[in-house]
């Protein structure tokens, strides 16, 4: 018994590059949510969301808002996801694209939480 049958009748899932491209983009969109949960304190304070080289920090914002960052992260992986299942069939070298670049704007999107929660807050 298989624990997702209908993943398995999927021709482009049972490719091994596509396997480890999404593996490798899972944990680090996993992560920026743990960081997240862990590191931003729910508080009736707005907190600082943006900072500029010349004014300094000038955006706050409720702390809701570092949730939409890693939830950004997850709509780009399903993006990606299914925009290189679509056009696998025509243009392999694309899917791939597609594929790596879900884990490049995952690991850019961990590095925006790092650093506004490390400088910022």
Do not use: C
């Not at 021709?11 to 480890?20: A, E, S, Y």
């Not at 949960?37 to 508080?43: A, G, I, L, N, S």
């Not at 950004?72 to 990606?80: D, F, N």
Request: net charge positive; charged share 10%.
């Amino acid at each position: 018994m298989t624990l997702f049958p209908t993943l398995q009748k999927s021709l482009f899932l049972r490719l091994k590059w596509v396997r480890w491209y999404l593996l490798a983009a899972m944990p680090i969109n996993l992560a920026t949510y743990l960081f997240t949960y862990f590191k931003v304190e729910p508080t009736i304070y707005p907190l600082p969301f943006h900072i500029s080289v010349y004014f300094g920090i000038d955006y706050l914002a409720p702390f809701w808002y570092y949730y939409l960052i890693p939830i950004g992260g997850t709509v780009i992986l399903l993006g990606h996801s299914l925009a290189a299942k679509a056009v696998y069939r025509e243009d392999m070298f694309l899917a791939q694209l597609l594929l790596i670049t879900n884990i490049f704007i995952n690991a850019y999107l961990f590095g925006i939480v790092i650093f506004l929660v490390r400088y910022l807050t």
